[in-house]
């Protein structure tokens, strides 16, 4: 089956600093990528459809300055989430797929 | 946009015994719904998946049927086991955009 990696799979930084978060999708290509994020027992909330070659589109509420989506080719997508806060602490998890959504492990960040 | 939710936020079930998660959905444009399970700390893996145009569809000890008419659809688990354990969310979305909403999750726990 498609498979989609994220990397790193847990992070911790200090509070004013960058993260920056992978998404691969490792044996297909997709035009489309998804970034959702999930906070302890709760349920996924999607952020931001990510375009290869454009711009990506996001979802109402989210900061699109603080979270920076580049889908530079067909198999990786970035969010880089921009001078990170404690309450940017989540879960952040991609889906790729050309039309079932699969997803990727999961990426912890803490914000200390 | 889509709004997703679960009748039950938990669901317990002896082991061997047959589990019934259910759903329901708004938006009646909706035409694409899967179910995913979530254990703790990783990201969702795909379960099964139904489109509008039918009404049941099986897998291997799954059955996901849809009722368009109440805007309902149910996960079917036979002969659960301890490794069914985990969390389940229904998603629903517009096939051809790839957006999925994602509904609260039921933890279930399988006791042996």
């Known amino acids: 089956g498609a498979v989609v990696s994220q990397h790193p799979s847990r992070v911790i930084c200090k509070s004013g600093t960058s993260v920056k978060i992978e998404c691969r999708s490792l044996?297909?290509?997709?035009?489309?990528m998804f970034w959702y994020r999930q906070f302890p027992k709760q349920s996924l909330m999607l952020m931001a459809t990510?375009?290869?070659?454009?711009?990506?589109?996001?979802e109402q509420g989210v900061e699109k300055d603080k979270f920076l989506i580049n889908h530079a080719s067909l198999t990786l997508s970035t969010l880089t989430v921009t001078s990170a806060h404690p309450e940017d602490s989540s879960f952040y998890i991609c889906?790729?797929?050309?039309?079932?959504?699969?997803f990727g492990p999961g990426t912890r960040l803490t914000v200390t | 946009g889509e709004s997703v939710g679960l009748h039950l936020p938990t669901l317990s079930v002896q082991e061997g015994d047959n589990s019934i998660i259910n759903c329901a959905y708004s938006?009646?444009?909706?035409?694409?719904f899967i179910w995913y399970k979530q254990e703790s700390g990783k990201g969702p893996q795909f379960i099964i998946d139904?489109?509008?145009?039918?009404d049941k569809r099986q897998g291997q000890r799954v059955t996901v049927l849809l009722n368009k008419t109440v805007k309902h659809l149910s996960l079917q688990i036979a002969a659960t086991q301890p490794g069914d354990s985990a969390v389940y969310f229904c998603?629903?979305?517009?096939?051809?955009?790839?957006?999925?909403?994602f509904g609260r999750g039921t933890q279930l726990t399988v006791w042996p």
């Open positions: 044996d297909f290509q997709a035009t489309t």
């Open positions: 889906s790729a797929g050309n039309y079932e959504q699969y």
């Open positions: 990510s375009n290869e070659g454009s711009k990506a589109t996001y």
């Open positions: 139904i489109r509008s145009n039918m």
């Open positions: 998603a629903g979305g517009g096939s051809t955009l790839g957006r999925l909403y």
């Open positions: 938006n009646s444009a909706s035409d694409y």
